[in-house]
């Protein structure tokens, strides 16, 4: 028998037959919301929530600007001092956070290496330090070759780690963040500071890419990582609330 419950949240592509076999099977009246492009009829559901970038429409459906996600901006401040004592107390500092290899960009060394020089010669023209961080798409090899090419200066966090990743986030003055990885963006997007891309040639059409750093660019919050650093401005971005006040609202 199907469980009593209220509320089915889902979210990819694996979900749907469960979230549409329990909201058919149950006595009572389920509400049922998916995240992301379910790419069946939106009707199997109460609310459609996705991206701006991906060009959905339909009277359930809520648009994201950007990706949902987990991170607070309480989760970032509470772990700030995380990596306190490993920082230069007379530099500020730039952090790197990297994606990795998608159907889109290849993590080849090139394409690495000019991301890492790009940057030390930043970090140098403005007295940084840098902070690297990986995420769990990162290439072993990748991190391997961060810790030969950056100064025993630089923080490289080697392993996937939360509270570096949160600590970096809220002690770093600049946030520079690899082309394809449009979550780690938009969690960068709380934080109010500035953010630049750092370009990968694509190795097909990154189309959607494209349009969600379109949509950011137009918002403020991200611009390219080129050979200056500057500090600028944007409402700081927090839909996961947003979304969840305005699906609170149309339930009750």
């Known amino acids: 028998s199907v469980p009593e419950i209220d509320l089915i949240i889902s979210c990819g592509r694996k979900s ?66 995380y990596l306190k004592n490993k920082i230069n107390k007379n530099k500020q500092q730039i952090l790197l956070v990297l994606g990795g290899p998608n159907k889109y960009y290849n993590y080849d060394k090139k394409n690495i290496q000019n991301i890492f ?15 690297l961080i990986p995420s769990m798409r990162t290439p072993v090899n990748t991190i391997e070759h961060a810790t030969k090419f950056f100064d025993n200066e630089s923080i490289i966090i080697k392993n996937v780690d939360k509270k570096a990743y949160l600590s970096a986030l809220s002690i770093a003055k600049y946030l520079v963040i690899t082309c394809d990885s449009t979550s780690m963006i938009s969690e960068a997007a709380l934080t109010g500071k500035p953010i630049y891309v750092a370009q990968i040639l694509p190795k097909r059409d990154d189309f959607r890419f494209r349009q969600f750093r379109d949509l950011f660019t137009k918002l403020n919050i991200i611009r390219n990582l080129e050979n200056k650093l500057e500090v600028w401005n944007y409402e700081k971005l927090d839909e996961t609330s947003r979304v969840a006040n305005i699906i609170k609202n149309k339930i009750k």
């Not at 020089?117 to 902070?131: F, H, P």
């Open 16 to 81: 749907i037959i469960p979230s549409l076999y329990l909201k058919k099977n149950s006595k009572k009246k389920i509400i049922n919301i998916h995240i992301q492009d379910p790419k069946v009829s939106l009707e199997n559901f109460d609310y459609v929530i996705v991206p701006e970038h991906d060009g959905l429409d339909g009277q359930n459906v809520i648009n994201s600007k950007g990706a949902l996600h987990y991170l607070t901006l309480k989760e970032i401040k509470d772990n700030h001092d």
């Open 117 to 131: 020089e790009n940057l030390t010669s930043l970090a140098k023209k403005n007295n940084l330090q840098i902070i």
